[in-house]
């Protein structure tokens, strides 16, 4: 739906913030906002386009609520590599770039996603984060002798510097970022 903001709205006893919890995740009542609406509501579409998120408050009287919807600072996250965009993305990079190889099917890999993301966010315009799908993408895997998930590798200039095998705390691959900034 071009042009089109889902509105999320809270019971109107409740007053509860939802904080930090992305759009297109909540299940709660829904309503549709156009542009022209949204502009009158003061809300950016264009900041939910993104993967921001949001508080949604209710406000009630007499006569029913309002809703008071913050849009947050949209997340930094670690975004996909495919094949086709290894070479652009990671080898062609004028910064260091950390690459998380994962599958969806491995455990661990879901333990260290969110790990990954904070490091994306926290070295925002130091250091690239990206995450290469083992199984949608074996031809950089292969490439990069990638036996066991989660890996990730740090490269520099286009080449490989360091890599972690396993989920591992944050504090190591600090440790193994720093060493490349």
Known sequence: MAGVLEILTVPRASGIPIASSPVSQLSLHRNFVTES????LNININSFRSSASVRLSSKSGRRGGRIVCEAQEAAVQALPVTDG???TLVLDS???V???FWAPWCGPCRMI???IDELAK???GKLSCYKVNTDESPT???KYGIRSIPTVIIFKDGEKKDAVIGAVPKTTLCTCIEKFL
Do not use: D, G, M, Y
């Open 98 to 100: 950390l690459v998380e």
């Open 85 to 87: 965009t290894w070479q």
């Open 37 to 40: 609406r949204a502009s009158k």
């Open 140 to 142: 950089i895997a292969t």
């Open 122 to 124: 926290e070295f925002n």
């Open 113 to 115: 996603h969110p790990i």
């Open 94 to 96: 004028k910064l260091p």
